[in-house]
């Protein structure tokens, strides 16, 4: 009796083991691997993903760098204005490197102007440099309603490879259904997270840009006051 206990217990340990074993084993795949098996359509979404890494860190980078704001730029630029060397003023704009240097650069070189065409002109750089930063922020608006569309048409891939399936072997079991079914999961997920990452850098490069047209909205406002004062120096 005991010697069939102990044959009993040693099949169930090994049947234990082999389940186990076989769990390890179905769960021993890569997240490449796993991706990938989302379908065709998960080639174009990791497109799609890489250029939107690039465009979002090629963006980061120029806009952080345009976008900057010396606080100090106008008051030199006042000082050497006040002094009637209006050169040192022009190259203490260009040693900026910014937008907002750029900007009070135009306005410097149309002194003696109408204070109205001196406004436009900045202006008129102002909407130069934004245009500048808003390159390529539409590729991320496109790609956040392009990626998500690509992971449904996936999903519907997935939907018509169970039915196909279905259709030809007449076996409506588990196997057949989970097969797209994941894949349409996959694809459809992936196609959501381009999408969102997309979206969200779109946003918040432009509330990037929303900030810089206000600061340098101040700054004209500023440079303006400087040219109006009425000792004349700045004239």
Excluded: C
Aim: aromatic share 10%; glycine share 10%.
């Amino acid at each position: 009796m005991h010697f069939l206990l102990q044959i009993q217990n040693d099949t169930v340990a090994k049947a234990t083991g082999a389940v186990i074993e076989g769990a390890v084993n179905a769960k021993e795949v890569s997240v490449l691997e796993f991706v990938f098996k989302g379908g065709f359509f998960i080639i174009p979404i990791a497109l799609l993903l890489f250029y939107t890494f690039y465009v979002i860190a090629e963006r980061y980078f120029y806009i952080a760098k345009r976008s900057k704001i010396d606080s100090n730029l106008v008051r030199d630029i006042r000082d050497y204005l006040n002094a009637g060397n209006l050169e040192m003023a022009v190259s203490v704009a260009d040693r900026a490197n910014t937008a907002s240097g750029y900007v009070l650069r135009e306005g410097i070189l149309t002194i003696g102007r109408p204070i109205s065409e001196i406004e436009t002109n900045m202006e008129r750089a102002a909407n130069i440099e934004v245009g500048e930063m808003e390159k390529k922020l539409g590729h991320l608006g496109l790609i956040a309603g392009i990626a998500p569309t690509l992971g449904f048409i996936g999903t519907i891939s997935g939907v018509i490879k169970i039915f196909y399936s279905i259709s030809q072997t007449e076996d409506i079991s588990i196997g057949n259904i989970s097969e797209g079914l994941y894949e349409k999961m996959i694809s459809s997920g992936a196609g959501l997270v381009v999408g969102i990452i997309a979206y969200s850098a779109y946003h918040l490069f432009n509330g990037k840009i929303d900030a810089f047209v206000l600061s340098i909205q101040k700054q004209v406002l500023d440079f303006v006051n400087i040219i109006q004062r009425p000792n004349g120096k700045t004239k």
